[in-house]
Nanobody, 125 residues
Framework: QLQLVESGGGLVQPGGSLRLSCTAS????????IGWFRQAPGKEREGVSC????????KYADSVEGRFTISRDNAKNTIYLQMNSLRPEDTAVYYC??????????????????WGQGTQVTVSS
């Protein structure tokens, strides 16, 4: 079964940190650009960050630039999103997605072939 599985979400206080992981099973990620997306209640899904297939290019939405870091370990078939200085407005379900392309379109992974099931991130005191 080909799937992406996210982990690492949870409840954190404002200013705190979380690291999300996205692991593939049934296929290898090293030829895919990977994006992180999020969807807050009542809002549309939005792109957060993207990393090219070999990790040489990383891009971020303005809302997370300087606070979030995307990285990948192709040997472990895993993508990470380190989230620091979290704010209540970062509360959302976070999804990873594998693009059909090896490159990103800005901070967006387009033509998504595989989606993860999502992991909840809640930032609240």
């Amino acid at each position: 079964q080909l799937q992406l599985v996210e982990s690492g979400g949870g409840l954190v206080q404002p200013g705190g940190s979380l690291r999300l992981s996205c692991t593939a099973s049934g296929f290898t990620l090293d030829s895919y650009a990977i994006g992180w997306f999020r969807q807050a209640p009542g809002k549309e899904r939005e792109g957060v960050s993207c990393i090219s297939s070999r990790g040489g290019v990383t891009k971020y939405a303005d809302s997370v630039e300087g606070r979030f870091t995307i990285s990948r370990d192709n040997a472990k078939n895993t993508i990470y999103l380190q989230m620091n200085s979290l704010r209540p407005e970062d509360t959302a379900v976070y999804y990873c997605a594998a693009s059909a392309y090896s490159y990103c379109s800005g901070y967006i992974a387009r033509n998504v072939r595989y989606w993860g099931q999502g992991t909840q991130v809640t930032v609240s005191s």
